[in-house]
T-cell receptor
Framework: AAGVIQSPRHLIKEKRETATLKCYPI?????VYWYQQGPGQDPQFLIS???????DKGSIPDRFSAQQFSDYHSELNMSSLELGDSALYFC????????????FGPGTRLTVL | AQSVTQLDSHVSVSEGTPVLLRCNYS??????LFWYVQHPNKGLQLLLK??????LVKGINGFEAEFKKSETSFHLTKPSAHMSDAAEYFC?????????????FGSGTRLQVQP
C-alpha cells in the first residue's frame, strides 16, 4: 500500500538559509499535518491543512510557512534558519472522518550548521 | 486542553517477560487515543488506536491497550517481549469533539529488552 512520501530525507543547511520540505499524502487523504521532533524530544504539532485550507496551527514559528496544493501535496517553507531548527520533520496524512488516524511519513532530517 | 503523561521514561524487561507501558491522559471531551512506536532513526508507526468502540484494543505485534475512563488511563501491554520490541513508544491523544485533530504526544517511553 502507498504510504506518505517525504522529500528530501536529509537536508543540511547553513544558518540564515531557507529550506523547503515536501510531503505527498496517501492517495485520497485530504488532510496533512506537519510535526517537528527535536533531538530526544516528542513530536510537536506545527500546522495542518484540510482540503487545501489551513485547518489548525500549533507551535509553528513565524519564519515558517506552509501550504497544501491542488494535488494535496504540502510544502513546509522555512526561512532564516537557526541552529535550533535542526530536527526531524514529520508529515502525516489522514482522511476526514477516519477517527483521525494519522499515517506518518519517514521524516526529513534537517541539520542546520 | 488535551495532554498525555507517560509515567516512565525508561522501561527495561527481559526477553519473554511481560511489558507494561503506562499512560494517563487528560482531555476535555471524548478522546481518541493512540500508541505509536518509533525505532531508532525511523518514522512513527501506529501500534493501535482507541476511538470509543471496544475498551480493550488489540494492535500489531501482540500489543494491546485498555481504555479506562475512570482512571483516565490507556496503558500498553504485551504478554511476552521480543528483542525487536526495543524502541521508543509514544502515547498520543486527540480530541474528537472539538474538531482539533492535531495529535498531542506524550514524552515517550524507551523500552529496552534484555536477552
Amino acid at each position: 500500500a502507498a504510504g506518505v512520501i517525504q522529500s528530501p530525507r536529509h537536508l543540511i543547511k547553513e544558518k540564515r538559509e531557507t529550506a523547503t520540505l515536501k510531503c505527498y499524502p496517501i492517495p485520497r487523504h485530504d488532510t496533512v499535518y506537519w510535526y517537528q521532533q527535536g533531538p530526544g524530544q516528542d513530536p510537536q504539532f506545527l500546522i495542518s491543512f484540510y482540503e487545501k485550507m489551513q485547518s489548525d496551527k500549533g507551535s509553528i514559528p513565524d519564519r515558517f510557512s506552509a501550504q497544501q496544493f491542488s494535488d494535496y501535496h504540502s510544502e513546509l517553507n522555512m526561512s532564516s534558519l537557526e541552529l535550533g531548527d535542526s530536527a526531524l520533520y514529520f508529515c502525516a496524512s489522514s482522511l476526514d472522518g477516519s477517527n483521525n488516524e494519522q499515517f506518518f511519513g519517514p521524516g526529513t532530517r534537517l541539520t542546520v550548521l | 486542553a488535551q495532554s498525555v503523561t507517560q509515567l516512565d521514561s525508561h522501561v527495561s524487561v527481559s526477553e519473554g517477560t511481560p511489558v507494561l507501558l503506562r499512560c494517563n491522559y487528560s482531555s476535555s471531551y471524548s478522546p481518541s487515543l493512540f500508541w505509536y512506536v518509533q525505532h531508532p532513526n525511523k518514522g512513527l508507526q501506529l501500534l493501535l488506536k482507541y476511538t470509543s468502540a471496544a475498551t480493550l484494543v488489540k494492535g500489531i505485534n501482540g500489543f494491546e491497550a485498555e481504555f479506562k475512563k475512570s482512571e483516565t488511563s490507556f496503558h500498553l501491554t504485551k504478554p511476552s517481549a521480543h528483542m525487536s520490541d526495543a524502541a521508543e513508544y509514544f502515547c498520543v491523544v486527540s480530541d474528537r469533539d472539538t474538531g482539533r485533530r492535531a495529535l498531542t504526544f506524550g514524552s515517550g517511553t524507551r523500552l529496552q529488552v534484555q536477552p
